[in-house]
């Protein structure tokens, strides 16, 4: 698509529930990344792929959460028995890789906004 | 591991006065990038550096890139009420090869008309 696109914007859910947050990022991108934002803060890395594999994962808070990318496209964050804690903005981004100029550059969708009662 | 921190983390100017926002890294970077984020938005990027001792200009925007590429910084001159935002610089560890891109805190810039 034109843009990175996350689905959905706005997610409640109740303190133990499963939750899973969807990132189509922009067409030809083989670089995803997963960030998570919390009021005031700057984006907090969790997780990164390029193409289908995790090249890097070492933001991921704990066991709870799992992200996964099986066709190098779409990308699903999944978080299990959620906590209060874990209310944030959670924002997809994608990039090219290489060396051009746009290489590593992020273009960021809107955001999943999780709430946890 | 990595850590890049700004500062200010706040900046209230009346418009027409410069601002200054400045970003360090613990480690050195293979290069730095600047993003904005308005008020209910999400981060655009700005612009990237990569070589040392390296500056860029927008406008009334200039980048600079430190000699030991471990900080940088963004001015903006004689301010407008567009410039109202959070600014965040994201360092890539120049000893990683995994592509993380690690961001500060964000200097967040008001700007009384």
């Known amino acids: 698509g034109a843009g990175v696109s996350q689905t959905p914007s706005n997610k409640v859910t109740e303190k133990g529930k499963y939750v899973e947050l969807r990132c189509d990022p922009i067409s030809g991108h083989t670089a995803l990344y997963w960030y998570r934002q919390s009021l005031g803060q700057g984006p907090e890395f969790l997780i990164y792929?390029?193409?289908?594999?995790?090249?890097?994962d070492s933001g991921l808070p704990n066991d709870r959460f799992f992200a996964v990318r099986p066709e190098g496209s779409v990308s699903t964050l999944k978080i299990q028995r959620t906590e209060r804690g874990d209310s944030a903005v959670y924002l997809c981004a994608s990039s090219t890789r290489g060396r051009g100029s746009g290489a590593n550059v992020l273009t960021f969708g809107a955001g999943s906004r999780l709430t946890v009662l | 591991g990595q850590q890049v921190m700004q500062i200010p983390q706040y900046q209230h100017v009346q418009e027409g006065e410069d601002f200054t926002t400045y970003c360090n890294s613990s480690t050195t970077l293979s290069n730095i990038q600047w993003y904005k984020q308005r008020p209910g938005g999400h981060p655009v990027f700005l612009i990237q550096?990569?070589?040392?001792?390296e500056v860029k200009k927008q406008k009334r925007l200039t980048f600079q890139f430190g000699e030991a590429k471990k900080n940088s910084s963004l001015h903006i001159t004689a301010t407008q009420t567009t410039d109202v935002g959070t600014y965040f610089c994201?360092?890539?560890?120049?000893?990683?090869?995994?592509?993380?891109?690690?961001f500060g805190q964000g200097t967040t810039l008001q700007v009384k008309p």
């Open positions: 792929f390029q193409g289908t594999g995790a090249a890097d």
């Open positions: 994201a360092g890539l560890d120049g000893s990683s090869n995994t592509g993380k891109l690690i």
């Open positions: 550096l990569v070589k040392s001792g």
